[in-house]
């Protein structure tokens, strides 16, 4: 039962996120051909970014050890269980660490420019490696 709660959380999660850096991504793209100044709208989505990512790092984290679908034995690595054991959470701790770090980073840039560049190249890094990870593993991006 909990099991379930959590995929259905991991899962719905998932959209918002994606939401976010996608409006975070042209949001930024918009202020970095603009030249706009930082505004507040710019900073509260990143921080909405970051924080519903890191809610679903954690679901994901905690689904990681308690799923079916990751293996820990022998089997670990045969095509059923390598997705889930190795390839999605490795690729999908690459795209928090760089939505993360485009977060902390550009916080502390005085320049707006140099914020709206900063957040949009690394969420569109981080945008393309989820989107991949999904793609590669049958997981649907729309549906379930």
């Not at 959590?6 to 999660?13: K, Y």
């Not at 505004?39 to 970051?50: E, G, I, R, W």
């Amino acid at each position: 039962m909990l099991y379930k709660i959590l995929v259905e959380a991991h899962s719905g999660v998932r959209y918002l996120v994606l939401l976010l850096l996608i409006v975070v991504i042209v949001k930024s793209l918009m202020g970095l051909i603009n030249k706009s100044p930082f505004a507040k709208a710019d900073n509260l989505l990143s921080l909405f970014l970051l924080i519903f990512t890191h809610i679903q790092l954690l679901l994901g984290l905690f689904l990681y050890f308690v799923s079916p679908r990751v293996n820990f034995g022998p089997e670990a690595m045969t095509d059923y269980y390598r997705y889930f054991t190795a390839e999605h959470i490795t690729g999908m701790l690459v795209a928090v660490v760089l939505i993360t770090i485009a977060r902390s980073t550009s916080k502390r840039m005085t320049d707006a420019v140099a914020k709206h560049k900063r957040l949009f190249l690394f969420n569109t890094i981080a945008l393309v490696i989820v989107l991949v990870v999904l793609v590669l593993g049958g997981v649907k991006i729309v549906g379930r």
